[in-house]
């Protein structure tokens, strides 16, 4: 099976715009969450979708949003861009929870 | 925030001996324990899972034990090679929780 991808792979923006990452999950993998990976906070979770329903949130402010389409592919949106949200962004899949997460290659948001 | 084995010290290991990283995880619920590693540029890569009713488990060249008692997390490495150099992540899945946390990593360096 085709692993996790996320599109785009690389990313700059400036303060106060907005963002929209994709991932595409592995195949049959109805569980898909989103991570943000800074050297300073390591892997923080940001939320989880199963079936298009969000089931799990973390510690993020609203500007951080997702969703999931009915084929599973998610993604993740970040409005009003600040220098702090500047990340890898990591989307993991699995086939249900309490099962293990593949990640994909992560989107690299750099925010000026 | 949560969080799971806050520190991350580096571990250097010259090629061929046994690598053992440690992880101290905080939630005595916790049922479902994931090692990854991550290489850099690259997203975490499964490596192993161990559920609470185990106390070890072995795949191929690495071993995971668990110690419910203290909440400590281990993994081993046999026979280390160069392409193990990398960050390693343990996480932990809380059926109450139900979300994954991941600790900081630890970061391995394989000395020729």
């Known amino acids: 099976k085709a692993g996790v991808t996320q599109t785009p792979r690389y990313l700059i923006k400036t303060r106060g715009q907005q963002v929209t990452l994709s991932c595409s999950p592995i195949?049959?993998?109805?569980?898909v969450s989103w991570y943000q990976q800074t050297p300073g906070q390591g892997l923080q979770f940001l939320f989880e979708?199963?079936?298009?329903?969000?089931?799990n949130k973390g510690n993020f402010p609203g500007r951080f949003s997702g969703r999931q389409f009915s084929n599973s592919r998610s993604e993740m949106n970040v409005s009003t861009l600040e220098l702090g949200d500047s990340a890898l962004y990591l989307c993991?899949?699995?086939?249900?929870?309490?099962?293990?997460?593949?990640f994909g290659p992560g989107t690299r948001l750099l925010v000026l | 925030g949560e969080s799971v084995g806050l520190h991350l010290p580096t571990l250097s290991v010259q090629e061929g001996d046994n690598s053992i990283i440690n992880c101290a995880y905080s939630?005595?619920?916790?049922?479902?324990f994931i090692w990854y590693k991550q290489e850099s540029g690259k997203g975490p890569q499964f490596i192993i899972d161990?559920?609470?009713?185990?106390d070890k488990r072995q795949g191929q060249r690495v071993t995971v034990l668990l110690n419910k008692t203290v909440k400590h997390l281990s993994l081993q490495i046999a026979a280390t090679q160069p392409g193990d150099s990398a960050v390693y992540f343990c996480?932990?899945?809380?059926?109450?929780?139900?979300?994954?946390?991941f600790g900081t990593g630890t970061r391995l360096k394989v000395l020729a």
């Open positions: 161990i559920r609470s009713n185990m």
């Open positions: 195949s049959g993998h109805r569980s």
């Open positions: 996480a932990e899945f809380g059926s109450g929780t139900y979300k994954y946390i």
């Open positions: 993991a899949s699995s086939d249900r929870l309490a099962e293990p997460q593949y």
């Open positions: 979708y199963f079936s298009e329903t969000q089931r």
């Open positions: 939630n005595s619920a916790s049922d479902y």
